[in-house]
């Protein structure tokens, strides 16, 4: 399922790496925060969301140069996949503490950088 419909890869690059890392990380945001109360479904759609996002960053040619930001992609949407398996295969409430934690450290990771980096530039 395409959830993004109308962002193609043209105005993806129109945003700032730092932000398209936030719109991921804001997937993983709202998992988190959809962990305790909603769905299975609904959270791993925020996940599919994510996974989008991810295949956009990979073809986009600004960030193919960019092998830091590469390799964190990767090995987010390794992180993701782990979490689809646990999604599949578990029941509550695991699955819901598993994709709290999961979720949280992913976000952590993919805006640390920029949040550091932009505290630095004060």
């Not at 769905?39 to 193919?64: D, G, N, W």
């Not at 295969?89 to 550091?116: D, G, H, N």
Request: glycine share 0%; net charge neutral.
């Amino acid at each position: 399922m395409i959830f993004h419909k109308n962002l193609s890869l043209e105005k993806w690059e129109t945003f700032p790496a730092d932000k398209r890392m936030l719109m991921i990380a804001s997937e993983f945001s709202r998992a988190e925060h959809l962990a305790p109360v909603a769905e299975k479904h609904y959270v791993a759609e925020c996940f599919e969301r994510a996974v989008e996002l991810i295949e956009l960053s990979y073809r986009s040619p600004s960030l193919q140069t960019n092998s830091e930001i590469r390799k964190l992609l990767y090995e987010t949407e390794k992180e993701i996949y782990r979490i689809f398996g646990i999604l599949q295969k578990s029941e509550e409430p695991y699955w819901r503490k598993v994709v709290r934690e999961k979720s949280q450290k992913l976000c952590q990771q993919l805006t640390e950088p920029y949040i550091s980096a932009n505290s630095s530039q004060r």
